[in-house]
């Protein structure tokens, strides 16, 4: 499988299920790159699905790609070394991989399932960006006939925000798009009193100069119950990466 | 019929447990008692084990989770008893691994290590017949209950670590974990007790007595005097109603402001609670986490001009945030609060959280 080859079917798993996340269709391509591999020895497949991932990261770079390759990667040498003759050893990592697809597509639907009981009757939750985790705790928190409402920031440059926000009205939850603004610019506490702060949705703080800044998340804040966010990424310390602001 | 005898026996007992705890918990008083509740709880599901009408290990599971379903309804705030009924769980799943040769790993908590190299699904339906099953499981049983019965001696023997000569330690309520952890240091060291009265059940007023007839130098003070005293306090020690999922406490009320005053003057907040206490319940989930009791307590009905004007609400817990607390000391010794997330995927299965 050659470059082209990967990274097409990489774009087609992508395009087939936009559900999906992109670390399970680098895995499910990566699967694909290892059943067509002609390789004889197990470090000569080793270096070949480095070169895959470095492919794949090439296109999406993305914190989960790279690190679904690390994944696949460290489950190549752990099964390699239980069997050490090739073929038994890729028929069972192929069996193992799909396994494992199986078990993580199901992680969605668990942390739905866990976390919508934080959510309770009348509460106010805030969200950034298009999130589907989220979106699934939401939707399982709305199944369960709770009452809540969703204020979502917009997101900018490309207003994931919004999509949001589209989804959610679906589903009849009460929902409100909140502002972003750029977080290096200095909040100044000048508010032209022509334009008291009425809604959320209003820019409610400008400098002297009549430009847009400082954050309206000062507001929105006092109101909100409880804070529901996905990740890109979760790093050893416990933090987490993600969409900027 | 024998069979049938011992099934009205069986259910007769259960009711008389339930109504037990709907009525308020073995002995008077919202916190006494936990390990009565525990006990007796263990006792009657090893009952049911012996008794009731099972075949296969997923059977005798779906009739301890329905009892015990039924029992957590009856009396919401008392987690001793689905503390229990998750114990039995856990110990019947692994009794029943051990019988059919797996290796006890494939039951573990589910890591990103298992899920990549565990072979087969971990489906398992629990339907194969064993007959040795009962028996081991019963067994399993009597050594929780053996358990529970050693769980304050195994925390009062860590007294003397943690309580030096003329120290200064200060408590709130009643706790008979905490009234044996002290009673214990007291025979080898000489050090002084504050306890705040705990308004307005003032059991304080009973744990003052039992340390001075120990030979304890106690004194009493009232709640709002906890901050004004904690400058003079070089240790606090409280027992708890529950240790929950992320480390915090629900503990009687008062316990937070105790907490937050020992925080300011950077006093070691020790936390002396049995496993059995620890519950995989967090703290923003259920509306069942207050409980309130009849505001008698607060003003009494006689004041009856005032009460048609006046909303009354008495709260039996607080809640403590896991930053709060230093330590707890716990049958099996001493471990932080970010360490308890582990000791829960010791000591129950993920898929009994939610019973």
Redesign the interface.
């Known amino acids: 499988m050659n470059e082209q080859e990967l990274v097409e079917d990489f774009r087609a798993q992508m395009r087939k299920d936009p559900e999906t996340a992109s670390a399970v269709a680098a895995i499910r391509t990566l699967l694909e790159f290892l059943k067509r591999d002609t390789g004889e020895t197990i470090f000569g497949l080793r270096e070949s699905l480095t070169w895959a991932t470095d492919c794949l990261t090439r296109v999406d770079s993305s914190v989960a790609v790279s690190s679904a390759g690390e994944?696949f990667l460290?489950?190549i040498s752990?099964?390699s070394l239980e069997h050490q003759d090739l073929s038994r050893c890729k028929k069972?990592m192929e069996?193992?991989g799909e396994?494992?697809l199986?078990?993580?597509s199901l992680s969605r639907a668990k942390v739905a399932k866990l976390c919508h009981?934080?959510i309770?009757d009348g509460a106010k939750i805030l969200t950034h960006s298009y999130s589907r985790v989220v979106l699934r705790v939401l939707e399982k928190a709305a199944a369960e006939k709770k009452r809540f409402s969703v204020y979502v920031t917009e997101s900018q440059p490309d207003a994931a925000g919004k999509q949001m926000a589209e989804v959610l009205k679906k589903l009849d939850v009460p929902v409100t798009v909140v502002l972003d603004a750029a977080a290096h610019h200095e909040v100044s506490l000048v508010s032209t009193p022509a334009s008291p702060p009425l809604g959320i949705q209003e820019p409610l703080i400008t400098d002297s100069c009549g430009h847009q800044v400082g954050s309206t998340h000062f507001y929105v804040m006092e109101k909100v119950d409880l804070v529901i966010v996905g990740a890109e990424g979760v790093v050893e310390s416990g933090g987490i990466i993600n969409k900027a602001c | 019929m024998p069979g049938a005898d011992r099934e009205t026996e069986l259910s007769g007992r259960t009711e008389a447990f339930l109504s037990e705890l709907k009525r308020g918990a073995p002995g008077s008083g919202p916190l006494r008692g936990s390990y009565e509740t525990a006990r007796k709880t263990s006792a009657l599901l090893r009952r049911i084990t012996a008794q009731a009408r099972w075949s296969n290990a997923g059977e005798l599971m779906d009739i301890i989770r329905k009892e015990g379903r039924r029992m957590t309804a009856a009396q919401p705030s008392e987690t001793t008893v689905g503390n229990m009924v998750r114990r039995v769980l856990k110990i019947i799943r692994e009794e029943y691994a051990r019988l059919k040769g797996s290796s006890e790993e494939t039951d573990q908590q589910e890591s990103?290590h298992k899920?990549?190299?565990?072979?087969?699904?971990s489906e398992e339906n629990f339907r194969q017949h064993f007959p040795p099953l009962k028996a081991n499981v019963i067994e399993a049983i009597n050594e929780l209950l053996t358990e529970l019965e050693g769980t304050t001696d195994n925390i009062a023997m860590q007294a003397l670590e943690h309580i030096h000569s003329n120290e200064v330690i200060m408590t709130i309520g009643r706790s008979r974990t905490v009234l044996e952890f002290l009673k214990d240091a007291a025979r080898k060291r000489k050090f002084h007790v504050i306890v705040a009265e705990c308004a307005p059940f003032c059991q304080g007023h009973e744990m003052a007595t039992s340390l001075s007839k120990a030979e304890i130098e106690t004194t009493v003070i009232p709640d709002a005097a906890i901050f004004a005293v904690m400058s003079r306090v070089n240790k606090v020690i409280i027992g708890t109603q529950t240790v929950l999922a992320n480390g915090g406490l629900r503990a009687v009320n008062g316990t937070h402001t105790l907490a937050l005053a020992a925080k300011h003057h950077s006093t070691p907040l020790i936390v002396c609670a049995p496993m059995f206490k620890l519950s995989p319940q967090?703290p923003?989930?259920?509306?069942t986490f207050h409980k309130f009791v009849s505001p008698h307590e607060v003003l009494p009905f006689t004041e009856g001009e005032i009460l048609s004007k006046v909303n009354v609400h008495c709260p039996v817990f607080d809640y403590v945030p896991p930053d709060l607390i230093t330590l707890f000391i716990s049958n099996i010794g001493g471990n932080a609060p970010s360490y308890i997330y582990r000791l829960m995927s010791e000591l129950y299965h993920p898929e009994d959280h939610d019973l």
């Not at chain 2, 899920?115 to 699904?121: A, H, N, V």
């Not at chain 2, 923003?284 to 509306?287: C, F, I, T």
């Open positions: 994944l460290r489950f752990l099964t069972v069996e193992r396994l494992f199986e078990k993580i009981t934080f309770k | 990103l899920l990549l190299t565990s072979g087969g699904l967090f923003n989930e259920e509306d």
